[in-house]
């Protein structure tokens, strides 16, 4: 192993609609810059045409700068670390395109990187005397385009044991944003609202999902309808009500996220809980897990704002993980904009 001690791993991330690079050394963080696009708050979400465009003004800069802060020439680098999917093809194709072209041109190993894995593996990043989830853990994924618990036994053995049927959490909050006429993204502007609320104030339905899944529809319906329905009646209804509203439908997600997690650790006996993806952000969530280690004696990893929403260092932490394995790509590879974990 003593040879493998001086890896430097130059990752890429474009998923969505941020363009990130990240330089890893062996498990260490050495950059990690995000180019986020402004352009979609106009359309009230992202515009995948939009976004592949600004991918290809952003990626170059966004390389150069990962290998500027973290000092380092592109000659050292070991690896290109790069996300497959799942997510926007279009944006996929930017980000995998330049990762096998440097490859190439620099002569290095390729390794691809399921955007999802890369989340819950984000706990992994060096951080000091920062504990990581032991083996077996569960793992809580969420983000706008995923709602899963995954069973993690190793590092590249996950399997899902509940998903959404339908929206995720992420969206349930952003169209719950929109319902109320806040700009978008509005997930966090919900948390934000919410932080002066009073949860119990308007209660929403918990939809009945059998097992371990999630579904996040009807739950949005029944705030379109009730908003609808108040409005009606008074037409200041939501400006006056704004924070107690938003409190109300953020303390209904975090429940309906908070039973399913307690049956996992039911149905399992695993007591060791990850949360993982951009909605791993909100402080209610996060507090709620917190909370649980004296509730329920759960012992709770909560990643560093900086690695909940999309960026290029946790690609690049898999992309170690997997140069220690020889798990390399070759340049046949392609995009998945579907890519289960």
């Known amino acids: 192993m003593s040879d493998k001690q001086n890896i430097y791993i130059l990752a890429i991330e474009s998923s969505c609609d941020d363009t990130s690079a990240a330089v890893l050394y062996n498990d260490n963080m050495l950059s990690n810059v995000v180019a986020t696009q402004k352009i979609h708050e106009a359309y009230g979400g992202v515009v995948p045409e939009l ?5 290809q003004q952003n990626i170059v ?3 150069h700068q990962a290998l500027a802060k973290a000092n380092i020439d592109k000659k050292l680098v070991s690896a290109i670390a790069f996300t497959r999917g799942p997510g926007l ?3 996929l194709l930017v980000g995998t395109s330049f990762a096998k072209s440097l490859s190439l041109g620099l002569n290095v190993p390729l390794i691809e990187v399921n955007h999802m894995q890369a989340h819950i593996l984000a ?5 000091g005397d920062k504990k990581v989830p032991p083996f077996p853990f569960l793992a809580l994924t969420i983000s706008g ?10 590092y590249f053995d996950m399997e899902i044991l509940g998903e959404t049927l339908d929206d995720a959490v992420g ?8 319902i109320l006429g806040l700009p978008y ?3 966090p502007l919900v948390d934000k609202h919410a932080a002066k609320g009073d949860p119990t104030a308007f209660p929403f339905p918990k939809p009945k999902v059998k097992g371990l899944n999630f579904s996040f529809s009807g739950l949005k319906t029944s705030i379109l309808y009730f908003i609808q329905r108040e409005t009606s009646k008074n037409p200041n209804f939501v400006e006056e009500n704004l924070n107690d509203i938003c409190a109300s439908i953020q303390y209904t997600i975090i429940g309906i996220l908070m039973d399913k997690l307690k049956k996992a650790v039911a149905q399992t006996g695993i007591k060791e809980i990850a949360i993982a993806g951009g909605v791993s952000a909100n402080s209610g969530i996060r507090k709620a897990l917190q909370e649980s280690e004296i509730k329920y004696g759960w012992k709770t990893y909560i990643p560093k704002f900086e690695y909940c ?3 290029a260092a946790m690609i690049g932490i898999v992309g170690y993980l997997k140069y220690l394995d020889g798990k390399f790509s070759d340049q046949r590879i392609g995009a998945k904009a579907r890519y289960v974990i």
């Not at 385009?145 to 190793?154: R, S």
């Open 51 to 55: 976004a592949s465009r600004a991918h």
């Open 61 to 63: 800069p966004v390389v």
């Open 89 to 91: 093809l279009g944006s």
């Open 123 to 127: 706990h992994f990043i060096k951080e």
């Open 145 to 154: 385009g995923h709602t899963q618990i995954v069973l993690v036994n190793n």
């Open 171 to 178: 969206e349930a909050f952003d169209k719950s944003a929109k």
């Open 185 to 187: 993204p509005g997930g």
């Open 309 to 311: 929403t999309d960026n």
